[in-house]
């Protein structure tokens, strides 16, 4: 059902140094800042070869990830992204395997534009999984 790997976020305390961390450290293409206030964060993408990295930083006052970021003050591997072809074929699969679809089990446009959908990291090994239909 899965197919590629379309991200892996990284929880980052401070987005501009992280952002410039990549850039000259690592060499790598980095994208601009981009707010998503449906999903309480702002995102910076960093396009690899063959994936992508979602730098996230809180945006908001309820946002998402504040609680993993009071945990892991220095940052941290926030979850991986699938493709799928169908997320409410994907959805209903997991839903009848007991996996809980995070928010109202409904898709919201991701920052790509396309829907997405997580899943409960304590039914998925300890990580938070991201489907999006491509
Ligand atoms: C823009 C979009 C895109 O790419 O298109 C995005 O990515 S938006 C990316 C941001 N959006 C999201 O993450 C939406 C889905 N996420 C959520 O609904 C939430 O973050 C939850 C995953 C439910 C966690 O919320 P919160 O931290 O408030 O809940 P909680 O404190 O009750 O956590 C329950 C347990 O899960 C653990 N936990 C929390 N976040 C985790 C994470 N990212 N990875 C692994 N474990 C995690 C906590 O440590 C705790 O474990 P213990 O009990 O053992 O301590
Ligand atoms: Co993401």
Redesign the pocket.
């Given at each position: 059902m899965i197919g590629r790997l379309n991200?892996v976020?990284i929880a980052v305390p401070d987005l501009t140094a992280a952002a410039e961390q990549y850039r000259t450290a690592l060499g790598a293409k980095v994208g601009a800042p981009q707010d998503?206030p449906d999903?309480?964060?702002t995102?910076i993408f960093i396009e690899l070869p063959n994936t992508k990295i979602?730098l996230?930083y809180p945006l908001g006052e309820n946002s998402?990830?504040n609680?993993?970021l009071e945990?892991n003050p220095a940052g941290g591997i926030?979850?991986i992204?699938y493709e799928v072809d169908d997320i409410l074929a994907a959805r209903d699969q997991l839903l009848k395997t007991g996996a809980r679809v995070?928010?109202t089990g409904e898709p919201k446009i991701?920052?790509?534009g396309k829907p997405?959908l997580?899943l409960?990291?304590?039914d998925f090994n300890?990580?938070?999984v991201?489907l999006?239909q491509v």
């Amino acid at each position: 059902m899965i197919g590629r790997l379309n991200h892996v976020a990284i929880a980052v305390p401070d987005l501009t140094a992280a952002a410039e961390q990549y850039r000259t450290a690592l060499g790598a293409k980095v994208g601009a800042p981009q707010d998503e206030p449906d999903h309480g964060v702002t995102v910076i993408f960093i396009e690899l070869p063959n994936t992508k990295i979602e730098l996230l930083y809180p945006l908001g006052e309820n946002s998402p990830i504040n609680g993993f970021l009071e945990k892991n003050p220095a940052g941290g591997i926030h979850h991986i992204c699938y493709e799928v072809d169908d997320i409410l074929a994907a959805r209903d699969q997991l839903l009848k395997t007991g996996a809980r679809v995070l928010g109202t089990g409904e898709p919201k446009i991701g920052a790509h534009g396309k829907p997405v959908l997580f899943l409960h990291p304590k039914d998925f090994n300890g990580c938070l999984v991201e489907l999006e239909q491509v």
